[in-house]
């Protein structure tokens, strides 16, 4: 049986990971300290490994493809190819910062003020090409966990992924530059990408993991509404193309039905209601295929 080795990030996007998954429709199980869950896709193989590896046994063929964000991609120089362009990370859909950081009374105000200091970072070599960049020459040494708590008696500045700002601020940072901006890539190895088996397998699961995350934001609402009044309604109702409405039985009232951005829902259900609209049935939707 052909299978795809898939890579998927263990820790902290671990859990997003495996609810994408399963919206997407695939169920992962996996035991306490176990490396190899379980996926109910035979062809499928799922390996858990840090995010930071992922790209490099992508690029070496150790695995078909893999879920690892975009600074990782770059941090291992992997020549990879992107499938897929997954926005979430593990508390928002937004994309995660690589950002520069100081003390909040350091007289570091901007990158061109790191020459010939010390800047702690995980993304060591993203880093260097970003100060080589703007012509700034400083020491950059791997950090290897706490990052945050090394400035200002350890090093003058650090490099580190945040999502919110919240931990920066805890420790009295300041972001003095954006570096990059990322998010998780679904990306495979050139050699199995060129596999038509292969190719199509991840191209399929491509859709599905993107159909997920549309319909994140997305609900569906129904309801019935007066022939006479089915004008007034479509013209304040957003669909993703148009309405479905359809004749209900031995009735002179219509079916509507449409998917639209789950935050308009609660400012368009009272003007729905004074324009006759009944039996309104707001629900969830598991994925959106364009």
């Known amino acids: 049986m052909n299978k795809l080795r898939l890579g998927l990030p263990k820790g902290s996007l671990q859990e997003a990971t495996f609810q994408l998954f399963k919206r997407a429709g695939f169920n992962i199980s996996v035991r306490s300290r176990s490396y190899f869950p379980a996926i109910d896709d035979p062809e499928i193989e799922v390996v858990l490994m840090r995010a930071q590896e ?3 046994y992508v690029n070496e063929g150790v695995l078909d493809a893999g879920l690892s964000g975009l600074d990782w991609i770059l ?6 190819v992107e499938v897929a362009n997954l926005m979430y990370s593990k508390q928002t859909n937004n994309p995660i910062r690589l950002v520069l950081a100081v003390a909040n009374d350091s007289n570091i105000k901007s990158v061109y003020d790191l020459q010939g200091k ?3 970072t ?5 880093t260097k090409n970003y100060l080589e960049k703007h012509g700034v020459g400083a020491t950059v040494e791997f950090s290897y966990g706490a990052t945050e708590v090394k400035v ?3 090093v003058d500045a650090i490099a580190d992924l945040t999502e919110t700002g919240s931990s920066l601020k805890a420790n009295n940072l300041r972001i003095i530059a954006t570096i990059l901006e990322s998010n998780t890539k679904l990306h495979a190895n050139r050699r199995s990408w060129e596999d038509p088996w292969k190719r199509e397998k991840l191209e399929n699961l491509s859709v599905l993991l993107q159909g997920a995350l549309k319909a994140d934001s997305k609900v569906g609402l129904k309801m019935n509404v007066p022939g006479d009044r089915i004008n007034d309604v479509l013209s304040v109702l957003p669909a993703m193309k148009h309405p479905t409405v359809s004749q209900l039985y031995n009735s002179d ?3 509507v039905e449409v998917v639209l951005d789950e935050k308009m829902v609660r400012d368009l259900i009272p003007p729905l209601r004074k324009m006759g609209a009944q039996d309104l049935i707001e629900y969830p939707l598991n994925k959106v295929i364009p």
Do not use: F, G, M, Q
């Open 122 to 126: 995980e993304l060591v070599k993203v």
């Open 54 to 56: 992922i790209p490099r």
């Open 152 to 154: 200002p008696d350890l």
């Open 75 to 80: 941090e291992n120089e992997a020549d990879v």
């Open 253 to 255: 009232w219509v079916a």
């Open 118 to 120: 010390r800047i702690a």
